[in-house]
């Protein structure tokens, strides 16, 4: 039996993948599942973005590239976040990396060690817990609230920042919770950061330009005092409905781009070369198919925080950004996990329990709206069907 290095009983998973697994079995079985559970848009790539991509191929755009992304892809990012953010970034500081999820693994990888402490946000995407503890590091939980809409304290994150502390990891608009931190949280904050120079901080922005009735993403780049030691996290998948492609940039400090392209050599070489292509066609052509998905999502959000609601055992807060709704389930008398699993295996409807999010997202589920609105009525049609009591089943 080969041994494994013990931090493999460290690294964690993302349940996301074994619900989907388990929707794909049940469907082979003959039965009808809706999945609200996967988190990607519902929607293809924009045509445009797909030719970029064919032309490269066809151009001859077949090799390695440098390892960092080819530079007008990296004049693309610059240009692109200075046109919606208002920041100056140098080319010179974007990583072009394979999704979203390369660049939390280099910034932990990066900082996380036995005796540091990372903070992240629970509940919160699972990598970031996972990826602490195969560091070595110690995560310490920022608990985000329902009664707070989802965002963090900025006083709570400040009380938990040690000596030990490395890295803060914030995240909004939010996966699963749909939270929107408020621009008055993230500027106190950056204020009490004053005070720890030593600690760096990396901002997942992936569904920054998904916020809804008038929210505005507030970056962490708009903020001179933190440049240096700020990690952006951005990319395709969300955005552009890429998830499949594989493509995400961050950007870097300027101290950091050498270690970070360092890592990306060991990793992965470079992104491939036409999916570099589709990036620029994406950044740089019409956003037409991105309003016209987000005004979609907007559309859904409604129904399905109303829809949610009118389910007994439910409440829902409306979430101002991403596609998520995280609704409590409390009043149901389940935990998460068996009402993951009883929607799933007598509902037909997939979602996923908070708990996949970490400890703080029990008395949750996660709800994915990027599917039709027709599916999401029909899935809420079905979930007040399984929850009914015995008595009035077949009335719903
Ligand atoms: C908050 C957050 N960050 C990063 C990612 C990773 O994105 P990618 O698929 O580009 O790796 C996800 C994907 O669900 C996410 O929800």
Redesign the pocket.
């Known amino acids: 039996m080969p041994i494994l290095a013990d931090r493999m009983s460290q690294l964690g998973t993302e349940t996301a993948f074994e619900v989907l697994a388990r929707a794909k079995a049940l469907e082979a079985q003959g039965r009808s599942i809706i999945n609200l559970g996967i988190?990607?848009p519902d929607f293809s790539t924009p045509p445009h973005i797909v030719e970029a991509a064919v032309k490269a191929l066809r151009d001859g755009h077949h090799g390695y590239t440098p390892a960092n992304g080819i530079l007008p892809l990296r004049q693309a990012v610059a240009a692109d976040i200075h046109r919606r953010l208002g920041c100056e970034v140098n080319p010179d500081h974007v990583l072009v990396v394979p999704?979203?999820?390369?660049t939390?693994f280099f910034a932990i990888m990066m900082f996380g060690q036995p005796g540091a402490e990372i903070l992240y946000p629970n509940p919160g995407?699972p990598?970031y817990e996972s990826v602490i503890k195969y560091s070595g590091a110690t995560p310490v939980a920022i608990p985000l609230l329902e009664k707070n809409g989802f965002a963090f304290d900025a006083d709570d994150v400040l009380s938990k920042i040690t000596p030990r502390t490395r890295l803060i990891i914030i995240?909004s608009p939010?996966?699963p919770t749909g939270g929107v931190v408020p621009k008055a949280q993230i500027e106190k904050l950056v204020r009490g950061l004053d005070k720890h120079p030593h600690v760096a901080l990396m901002s997942?922005e992936?569904?920054g330009q998904m916020t809804y009735d008038g929210r505005e993403h507030a970056t962490l780049l708009a903020y001179p005092s933190l440049r240096d030691r700020l990690i952006l996290?951005d990319?395709?998948?969300?955005t552009y409905a890429m998830?499949g492609w594989?493509?995400?940039y961050s950007v870097w400090p300027a101290a950091l781009i050498e270690p970070a392209t360092r890592l990306a050599i060991n990793c992965h070489s470079c992104v491939n070369a036409p999916t570099q292509f589709a990036g620029i066609a994406a950044l740089e052509g019409p956003q037409d198919d991105v309003h016209k998905m987000v005004a979609a999502f907007a559309e859904r959000r409604k129904v399905i925080v109303s829809e949610l609601n009118a389910i007994p055992g439910f409440s829902c807060v409306e979430p101002g950004g991403?596609f998520y709704a995280f609704p409590n389930i409390t009043r149901t008398r389940l935990s998460s996990r068996q009402l993951e699993a009883k929607l799933l295996d007598e509902g037909g409807v997939a979602t996923l329990s908070g708990t996949s999010f970490g400890a703080h997202g029990e008395g949750y589920l996660r709800f994915s709206y990027a599917n039709s609105i027709e599916n999401i009525r029909e899935a809420m049609r079905r979930i007040r069907a399984c929850l009914a009591p015995a008595s009035k089943k077949g009335a719903a």
């Open positions: 988190g990607q999704g979203g999820k390369v939390m995407f990598i995240n939010a996966n997942d992936i569904y996290l990319g395709w998948s969300k998830t594989r493509l995400g991403a």
